[in-house]
């Protein structure tokens, strides 16, 4: 008996450190890349908080559990049709690197997917590359939906309806959901001035090279005030001013008072750009929302008009007999 | 040629009801398992974004006229797949499948258009995987 507890008491003592030694390994950031259907890039979080790791990817909660070295957890996200579905992900920890399966219960899909510590950005010298041309969207992010809210984006969340999307009344649907859309946009860069033509809805952004500060007075507006540096080779676009919008198409509030940074990279060969973008919004968000996007050099696109015309959707609307409750709900929202 | 469209139309069924390239909330507007097909008279076409629209009159089982909404991609994705503004004119009598509107709303997200002279006008589904935003 007594040397049963002896050696209980034995092996207490190995366990405690290695798995103190585990929890500690697996607490930060986390780049993970996940091939379900395309590339999607995220970041997954741990934070212990009274004993207990806790998980985020993208800013957002997930469900987490761990036994030994294996892991498991689930991310929801939304289809392009605006489904909500789930991915649940298992895999090993095994070092810094952690990889594993995941499928989509619900589609009947899987793939794969890896994690490497994500490390802290550091500050080099401007190196400037050429990121001009035409840039047609390749795949996008986790698109997580359940984000750390604060209680008014949460009840902002629920209170939304498909039928609060500026764009079906061909209003700008502002710089986070638009830096995402399918559509290419056109680069044109100097010195002073990185330009982006984005084909939908014709924005444009002006990001200001010539270290001017973001003005304390200016018009909030859909895209905001950008300016810009580049650290090494990574152009880095900080973003604010901008007019209240969404994330995505789930109704996440975006605020006036938001502060965006993009930190876009260019491919070794010179064929893709991929931007992590950064979403610090106190206001709606316990912890920053993160989005990625990734575009494909496509020289010989040529770039459309944007032709949009917002009668189609209210005559459908009036043929459902929602016109009336329509206008009224876009009245309170301004 | 009823049982001829319905057959094209289910082959793109599941890949479809995954990749609907709605830049707005498909899943709330219509039924990813529910399809059917109305033929009527096209009154209005609109080759426009956010999304190309043909409202078309259909005699309904009391030969009431009923005016459905028929949706699909934007002219950006449908002129770089062929599908040009004078596809599909006001008068033309047409039969529209696709994903059935939610809460009997006469609507279809349009999965193919079957023009009188038998042509059929497939908008396809998105290469580029992923959600929208």
Redesign the interface.
């Known amino acids: 008996m007594i040397e049963q507890s002896k050696l209980s008491l034995l092996g207490f003592l190995i366990a405690l450190p290695l798995a103190t030694n585990c929890l500690a390994q697996l607490e930060g950031e986390w780049m993970l890349t996940v091939n379900h259907?395309?590339e999607?890039l995220g970041v997954i979080s741990f934070e212990r908080r009274n004993g207990e790791i806790h998980a985020f990817v993208d800013g957002g909660p997930t469900s987490f559990e761990r036994e030994g070295n294996q892991l498991e957890f689930d991310v929801d996200?939304?289809?392009?049709?605006?489904?909500?579905l789930s991915r649940h992900f298992s895999g090993t920890i095994n070092g810094d690197s952690m990889s594993g399966t995941l499928v989509d219960e619900e589609?009947g899909t899987n793939g794969i997917w890896a994690a490497e510590p994500f490390g802290a950005q550091t500050t080099s010298p401007a190196a400037p590359v050429d990121i001009s041309g035409i840039w047609?969207?390749?795949?996008?992010g986790m698109?997580k939906v359940f984000l750390d809210y604060t209680d008014s984006a949460e009840a902002a969340v629920d209170d939304y309806?498909?039928l609060d999307?500026p764009?079906?009344r061909?209003v700008s649907?502002g710089l986070?959901?638009?830096?995402?859309?399918?559509?290419p946009m056109e680069i044109l860069q100097n010195e002073q001035q990185v330009t982006i033509l984005y084909?939908s809805f014709h924005e444009v952004r002006r990001i200001y090279m010539d270290g001017r500060d973001i003005p304390e007075s200016w018009p909030n507006s859909a895209m905001g005030y950008s300016t810009g540096h580049w650290e090494g080779n990574t152009l880095v676009i900080e973003t604010s001013l901008l007019k209240p919008s969404f994330v995505?198409?789930a109704g996440q509030p975006v605020s006036d008072r938001a502060a965006v940074v993009e930190r876009i990279v260019l491919s070794e060969d010179g064929q893709n750009l991929r931007s992590m973008l950064t979403l610090h919004d106190p206001d709606n968000y316990n912890r920053p929302v993160i989005r990625f996007r990734q575009w494909r050099k496509t020289p010989e696109r040529t770039m459309?008009e944007?032709?949009?015309?917002s009668?189609?959707?209210l005559?459908?609307l009036e043929?459902?007999g929602k016109l009336g409750d329509f206008l009224e709900r876009i009245r309170q929202l301004q | 040629m009823r049982i001829f469209i319905h057959c094209l139309a289910m082959i793109g069924i599941s890949t479809f009801?995954?990749?609907?390239?709605?830049?707005?909330?498909?899943?709330?507007?219509?039924s990813?398992e529910l399809f059917g097909s109305r033929e009527g008279e096209v009154v209005?076409v609109?080759?426009?974004?956010?999304?190309a629209?043909v409202?078309f009159a259909v005699k309904n089982e009391d030969g009431e006229e009923q005016?459905w909404?028929a949706?699909t991609f934007p002219?950006?994705t449908l002129?770089r797949r062929g599908w040009n503004r004078d596809s599909i004119k006001v008068g033309d009598r047409i039969i529209i499948e696709g994903n059935l509107g939610l809460e009997n709303?006469?609507?279809l997200w349009i999965v193919t258009i079957t023009l009188e002279d038998g042509t059929i006008i497939r908008p396809r589904v998105?290469h580029?995987?992923?959600?929208?935003?």
């Not at chain 2, 609109?46 to 999304?51: A, G, I």
């Open positions: 259907d395309a999607r996200y939304r289809n392009g049709g605006g489904r909500l589609l047609s969207r390749i795949s996008a698109e309806t498909y999307d764009g079906l061909c649907p986070i959901r638009l830096s995402g859309w399918p559509y084909e995505d198409q459309m944007y032709d949009c015309d009668y189609p959707f005559r459908g043929l459902e | 009801a995954t990749n609907v390239a709605a830049h707005h909330s498909f899943a709330a507007e219509f990813y209005e609109h080759f426009v974004n956010p999304h629209q409202f005016i909404n949706q002219p950006q002129l709303s006469n609507k998105e580029e995987a992923g959600p929208f935003p």
